[in-house]
């Protein structure tokens, strides 16, 4: 019976998780598409066709998401994600944001393989994801969508200038993940829960020393600050952005970077320690040494 009533509440957040859905369907549309177009008499037009794709399809995401602009606050997939409106308000720059950078391709005429559309569509899927995170797992899990795709889409540059780039890119992302998991370990073992609305999270971690909050938050901030490229996690940017594609540094600097501060809100909103003098002297610190 208990797993019937989780089986029910899954599918009444169904509704809610429109956006989300069409944003994976697209992506497996586009990967199809390529593999059929590819191998037809439309080849030689095959960058165009999954262009205006998904310029469709990012387009009718966004409307689903101004269509749930008056949907109420509240938890989806038990605790997993939370949808209300600052959520929305980010998922509507988000995508935006990828319109503007097919508009970018459009207008540049940049020269970018056909994976470029369904990768692009990977990464906008795992930051809308990020916007509504509120538990640990589903937190670092879309973290790690928008990273991956975000390292294939910095080596779409040519030269070794690009190889380099996306390489350090990689190995800090991997770092920055690996710490940052090693921060939520900690936090589960304090508290006993990884969702950061829960009471339980609050009142477990109050009762732990300032010190040891100072050190797993930082921890579990690690993957957030990495996305923000503030020290110790900015080594990789200025080769990355060199060496990758107009558009995907115009995509990766800015969008990424919007759906990170959402999460940073809402796990500084819960860690009971000092952290916005830490992050503070982080961004005065990155300032200087960036």
């Known amino acids: 019976m208990q797993l019937k009533a989780y089986l029910s509440q899954i599918t009444q957040n169904l509704s809610d998780f429109f956006p989300e859905i069409w944003l994976s369907l697209l992506f497996i549309a586009l990967l199809l598409a390529e593999l059929v177009f590819k191998h037809s008499r439309w080849?030689?037009?095959?960058?165009?066709?999954?262009?205006?794709?998904?310029?469709?399809?990012?387009?009718?995401?966004?409307?689903?998401?101004?269509?749930q602009q008056n949907a109420p606050a509240g938890h989806l997939f038990h605790q997993l994600l939370y949808l209300d409106a600052k959520a929305l308000f980010f998922k509507v720059l988000i995508l935006g944001a990828t319109l503007l950078v097919l508009l970018h391709v459009q207008l540049t005429s940049s020269t970018l393989p056909s994976e470029f559309y369904s990768l692009l569509v990977a990464v906008a899927l795992g930051l809308c994801l990020m916007t509504m995170a509120t538990n640990g797992?589903?937190?670092?899990?879309?973290?790690?969508?928008?990273?991956?795709?975000?390292?294939?889409l910095a080596a779409f540059g040519?030269?070794?200038?690009?190889?380099?780039?996306?390489?350090?890119?990689?190995?800090?992302?991997?770092?920055?993940?690996?710490?940052?998991?090693?921060?939520?370990?900690?936090?589960?073992?304090?508290?006993?829960?990884?969702?950061?609305?829960?009471?339980?999270?609050?009142?477990?971690?109050?009762?732990?020393?300032?010190e040891v909050l100072w050190v797993v938050g930082f921890l579990t901030l690690a993957g957030v600050l990495f996305k923000?490229?503030?020290?110790?996690?900015?080594?990789?940017?200025?080769?990355?952005?060199?060496?990758?594609?107009?558009?995907?540094?115009?995509?990766?600097?800015?969008?990424?970077?919007?759906?990170?501060?959402?999460?940073?809100?809402?796990?500084?909103?819960?860690?009971?320690?000092?952290l916005p003098q830490i992050l503070t002297v982080l961004v005065l610190t990155s300032i200087l040494v960036g």
Request: include cysteine; proline fraction near 6%; glycine fraction near 10%.
């Open 43 to 67: 080849s030689a037009r095959v960058d165009t066709i999954l262009r205006w794709v998904c310029w469709g399809g990012i387009g009718i995401a966004l409307g689903l998401v101004l269509l």
């Open 137 to 152: 797992l589903s937190i670092y899990l879309s973290i790690e969508l928008v990273s991956i795709g975000s390292y294939l």
């Open 158 to 210: 040519q030269g070794k200038k690009s190889s380099e780039g996306a390489l350090k890119y990689l190995l800090f992302g991997a770092m920055s993940s690996g710490v940052m998991l090693y921060g939520l370990s900690f936090l589960y073992g304090l508290t006993g829960t990884l969702d950061v609305t829960s009471e339980v999270f609050a009142r477990e971690l109050a009762q732990n020393p300032p």
């Open 228 to 274: 923000f490229s503030l020290v110790p996690f900015h080594v990789y940017a200025p080769d990355m952005y060199e060496g990758a594609p107009t558009p995907v540094v115009a995509y990766l600097s800015t969008a990424p970077k919007v759906a990170a501060l959402l999460v940073l809100m809402r796990l500084v909103s819960v860690l009971p320690v000092e």
